[in-house]
């Protein structure tokens, strides 16, 4: 994985990447500019700007859990290139 870049003390996604948050803990998550494509992601996004609006102060928050993330994730990496 691409290293971090540190900006204002925050890690500021690598190039290809952007960072979203998931679960209750507001875990952060990096991930790549190419997931963008896939249906399911599209789904995920437009579900979290139902939710919490295009103007959240905190990111992209995307409303599941840390391990359903977690899955989708594996699963685009897998099948979605």
């Known amino acids: ?3 971090k870049v ?4 925050r890690s500021r996604a690598p190039k290809g990447h952007f960072v979203v948050y998931a679960g209750n803990e507001m875990k952060r998550f ?3 500019t190419s997931y963008l494509k896939s249906p399911i992601f599209q789904q ?3 579900k979290a700007a139902e939710e919490f609006g ?3 102060q905190n990111g992209i928050v995307l409303p599941c859990d840390e391990s359903t993330f977690n899955r989708l994730t594996a699963f685009l990496a ?4």
């Open 44 to 46: 995920l996004l437009d």
């Open 54 to 56: 295009f103007d959240n």
């Open 6 to 9: 540190e900006v204002e003390g």
């Open 30 to 32: 990096v991930v790549p």
């Open 78 to 81: 897998k099948h979605h290139s």
């Open 1 to 3: 994985m691409p290293k």
